[in-house]
């Protein structure tokens, strides 16, 4: 039996060596949080997504509650990339934790340029946003398909040396086939992945609940889903999985580490509960020290499928 | 200058440099508060203490709360956390006070609480009123539930010695909540309801007028009417006064994160937006758009 502060939690994590599996999903984390928590404490920082351009978001309502869950439309306001490299990267200038960038473009040599001018002292990481339901027309992404994921990574790929995480959808049919294409392109690390596309309709006025129609969903009514496109992908991919959807507690994060997930991304939780990472934390030390588990890199991918259980999922698939 | 998100905590340079980890400690916390009064004050509002920490019930007023509201019967789920402003409190006792009206899911929640029971609170967050000490008089403009947010400004302006002229403003003359605590704050109480017809824009610059005239107003407050705030805008703009809006927006974080709440403010004759539940709720009058 092993006591909960000897359990290793440290991770590497596409290029990046974390003190923990714990970091927050992008557009979940801002400076106001370090009122709550100790950024020191977290295996990484992720930021809001930088744009180039100045971006005034989405009309209002930008969110909308749904059991469960949050759809939100926020439509990633940005004050543009010069803005974020004068103003915002200073503020985490003192803090160990590694910093990753978020960054989005509508274009590959968008993506390309700007991950190159992000390419600083300062900036650990770069995450590459191409799931975005909201930020191209109709919910469309670069990650919806293998074709335009292989394309804006091998693009991002040859711009920067600095770890490169691409943010996938899970609005594609085919998640797998889009994670291997952005691992043959050149990504360090996936993650899996941004919200499900989705929508709600006020029953008072007939009218969209949100001012951009469609949304995005996030929060624990997720879980599974994103739980099972990590498994998926896990069983065809070398590179680590970043597991974000729905995470709460630090059973959810085990659950993820599970199924094959390297690190987490903890969002929605966080405007429940701000110390809601922390405690997951915490919470990991304590499940691996209660199962005496030295390393909670132990783990990743440790779900147990005995041969004859191994399930048939073939006929969910288009392509198969 | 007054761009939104180069707005960072006073302490979050000086305290968390590299090697100072060992200093950081939380200034807002969630935390379970023990329900000691939830009844109602009449026939649309209901009045919430809970007994809390030392950080929450040093609340300054115009901050506000975000509450994790228990489901209420219905069946219904209320997910994100419902921000609530400041109605009183008490660093002395440990207690905060709320006045709620019943309108949606999360208040529906909070209706069902008795004392003894639990209650998450977050706070307290946000950017509250401004006093200037070498104000001599001010007046305070609320209607509906603004009333509840103007009602701790009363106290501290009273306890700063500022003289207090307060236009309260409600549909009908059983839903002006607090004007007992306005009265016992020593300020001069002029009730405006629609059911009496006194509560148009119109008769409510007629009597901020009086008060200008007779030097009673070195800054406008205002709170819960975009009707009001107009009226008190072209004023101050006419007279050259200061003045301060509370404002409401629907929340998630209420910390600044997830850029749901924002609003347009005209600064310097361009609009700029600004997240309500971070570089607010208490805005600059002359700023704020209605």
Redesign the interface.
């Known amino acids: 039996m092993i006591a909960p502060d000897q359990v290793t939690l440290g991770v590497t994590v596409g290029g990046l060596t974390l003190r923990n599996p714990v970091m927050p999903a992008s557009g979940t984390f801002a400076e106001g949080l370090e009122k709550v928590i100790d950024f020191h404490r977290l295996g990484a920082m992720v930021t809001k997504t930088v744009t180039r351009e100045l971006r005034h978001g989405n009309p209002l309502p930008r969110v909308v509650e749904r059991p469960g869950g949050l759809i939100n439309a926020i439509g990633i306001p940005s004050k543009g990339v010069e803005h974020f490299i004068d103003q915002t990267l200073p503020l985490y200038a003192g803090y160990d934790t590694p910093l990753v960038v978020s960054i989005s473009a509508p274009t590959a040599e968008g993506f390309a340029s700007l991950a190159a001018q992000l390419s600083i002292p300062g900036v650990a990481a770069i995450e590459a946003n191409i799931s975005c339901p909201n930020i191209e027309e109709d919910g469309k992404a670069f990650a919806m398909r293998a074709s335009t994921t292989e394309a804006v990574t091998r693009a991002l790929r040859a711009a920067t040396s600095l770890p490169l995480w691409v943010k996938l959808t899970p609005n594609t049919g085919d998640m797998p086939d889009v994670a291997r294409a952005a691992e043959a392109a050149g990504a360090d690390a996936v993650v899996v992945a941004n919200t499900i596309l989705s929508m709600a309709i006020d029953l008072k006025t007939f009218k969209p609940c949100l001012g951009n129609v469609m949304g995005g969903l996030s929060g624990p009514a997720i879980k599974p889903i994103i739980l099972r496109h990590v498994f998926q992908c896990a069983r065809v991919l070398d590179i680590p999985i970043i597991g974000c959807g729905g995470i709460a507690t630090a059973s959810d994060a085990v659950e993820y580490l599970l199924a094959g997930a390297a690190a987490v991304q903890v969002g929605t939780a966080t405007f429940l509960q701000p110390a809601a990472m922390t405690t997951i934390i915490d919470g990991l030390a304590t499940f691996c020290a209660q199962r005496d588990i030295a390393r909670v890199s132990d783990l990743v991918g440790g779900i147990i499928i005995e041969e004859a259980d191994e399930p048939d999922i073939s006929w969910f698939g288009p392509q198969s | 200058m007054c761009?939104p998100?180069?707005v960072?905590?006073p302490d979050?340079?000086s305290v968390?440099?590299?090697g100072?980890?060992d200093a950081?400690r939380?200034?807002?916390?969630?935390e379970l508060a023990e329900v000691l009064e939830n009844r109602a004050v009449n026939v649309e509002y209901r009045h919430l203490v809970v007994a809390c920490s030392a950080a929450a019930a040093a609340a300054l007023p115009g901050q506000f709360f975000e509450l994790?509201c228990p489901p209420p019967p219905t069946g219904e789920?209320?997910?994100?956390?419902r921000p609530m402003s400041l109605y009183g409190a008490d660093p002395r006792l440990g207690r905060v006070e709320f006045l709620y009206k019943v309108t949606g899911a999360g208040t529906r929640g909070l209706e069902t609480l008795v004392p003894g029971d639990r209650l998450d609170i977050?706070g307290p967050l946000g950017v509250g009123f401004h006093l200037d000490p070498g104000w001599r008089s001010i007046v305070v403009i609320g209607r509906g539930a603004g009333l509840a947010t103007l009602t701790p400004l009363a106290q501290a302006a009273h306890r700063g010695g500022i003289a207090l002229a307060a236009i309260l403003s409600a549909r009908h003359p059983s839903l002006v909540v607090s004007q007992e605590r306005f009265a016992a704050f020593g300020a001069e109480v002029m009730a405006v309801t629609d059911a009496q017809s006194t509560s148009g824009p119109a008769n409510v610059e007629r009597i901020l007028r009086q008060l200008i005239a007779g030097g009673r107003s070195d800054a406008l407050f205002l709170c819960g009417s975009s009707r009001l705030l107009k009226v008190a805008q072209r004023l101050a703009a006419e007279f050259g006064l200061p003045g301060q809006v509370a404002l409401e927006q629907?929340m998630?974080?209420g910390?600044?994160?997830?850029?749901?709440c924002?609003r347009d403010f005209c600064v310097a004759g361009r609009i700029v937006?600004r997240r309500v539940c971070?570089d607010g709720p208490v805005f600059d009058l002359k700023e704020a758009l209605p």
């Not at chain 2, 939380?26 to 969630?30: K, M």
């Open positions: 761009e998100s180069t960072t905590p979050a340079r968390h440099g590299r100072f980890a950081w939380a200034t807002v916390v969630a994790l789920a209320p997910f994100l956390r977050m629907q998630a974080c910390i600044g994160l997830c850029h749901c924002v937006s971070w």
